[in-house]
Nanobody, 126 residues
Framework: QVQLVESGGGLVQAGGSLRLSCAAS????????IGWYRQAPGNQREFVAG???????VYADSVKGRFTISRDNAEKTVALQMNSLKPEDTAVYYC????????????????????WGQGTQVTVSL
């Protein structure tokens, strides 16, 4: 069974930093597009950042210049470094591997699967 496990969330003051990590179990990790999404209370889940198998990255306008996504295929992990955090970044952050992020990146998904993690809470206080 494929698992995506997020970690690194927590409470931080505005202007601070957090580093989220997504650990994957699937053997197809190296060819999957991996992305981070977030959902705040009362809002729909939204795309934050994604990285393709070839290293292409895409960011939501709201996080450009503040967040950086990276991947380590050997460790099967994807990190999201979040700097200059704002209260509006408060949300549950989810990791995705597969079709959803491939579409967000505008790349072709080599495999037609779509995996989601359980999420990690990020809270940014004033």
């Amino acid at each position: 069974q494929v698992q995506l496990v997020e970690s690194g969330g927590g409470l931080v003051q505005a202007g601070g930093s957090l580093r989220l990590s997504c650990a994957a179990s699937q053997s197809t990790f190296s060819v999957d597009a991996i992305g981070w999404y977030r959902q705040a209370p009362g809002n729909q889940r939204e795309f934050v950042a994604g990285i393709g198998a070839g290293g292409k990255t895409v960011y939501a306008d709201s996080v450009k210049g503040r967040f950086t996504i990276s991947r380590d295929n050997a460790e099967k992990t994807v990190a999201l470094q979040m700097n200059s955090l704002k209260p509006e970044d408060t949300a549950v952050y989810y990791c995705n591997a597969g079709v959803t992020t491939a579409q967000a990146l505008g790349v072709v998904a080599l495999l037609r699967h779509d995996y989601w993690g359980q999420g990690t809470q990020v809270t940014v206080s004033l």
